[in-house]
């Protein structure tokens, strides 16, 4: 098993609640980002970089996460290729993504994207809070613990 972190939008926090994990439960953890990620030094942890195309980051990811495989991102249609696959996906507010939830969720993906195309102003994603950490420290262990069984 390995968590896959789609680095580039992740807030800190949570990137070092995953550098936690990964060493204190010895899971292998891979950044991937199309900038330079500072990571500690750990047999761990480890970072790709990958270019600068739109979906480099998206594509690294699902190429090579695996069923039973942790990724968390907040990209909706990565989400929605990884679920299918069997890969585990965790926003980083600490929703569960799933077979029953992700059609729903890139639906609306998609329809906001299109009103913001057609000139249309749509919110901004909401901000970042002290519950939405630790709801996503909940939504980690529940996970590692259902993987390591």
């Known amino acids: 098993m ?6 580039d939008a992740c807030p800190g926090e949570i990137k070092e609640l995953i550098i936690r994990a990964g060493r204190r ?42 069923p039973g495989d942790i990724a968390v991102t907040q990209d909706i249609p990565l989400a929605s290729v990884l679920v299918p696959k069997g890969v585990v996906v965790i926003t980083p507010h600490g929703v569960v993504l799933t077979e029953e939830n992700i059609g729903e969720r890139l639906s609306v993906r998609n329809f906001m994207q299109d009103i913001r195309e057609a000139g249309g102003i749509t919110p901004g994603p909401r901000q970042f809070s002290r519950r939405d950490k630790q709801k996503f420290s909940d939504s980690l262990d529940r996970e590692l613990t259902k993987a390591r069984r």
């Not at 390995?2 to 680095?7: S, Y």
């Open 25 to 66: 439960l010895k899971i292998l953890v891979v950044f991937v980002a199309n900038k330079r990620i500072g990571i500690p030094d750990s047999p761990y942890i480890s970072s790709v970089r990958i270019g600068m195309e739109p979906e480099a980051v998206d594509e690294y990811i699902s190429m090579n996460a695996k």
């Open 2 to 7: 390995k968590i896959w972190v789609d680095a």
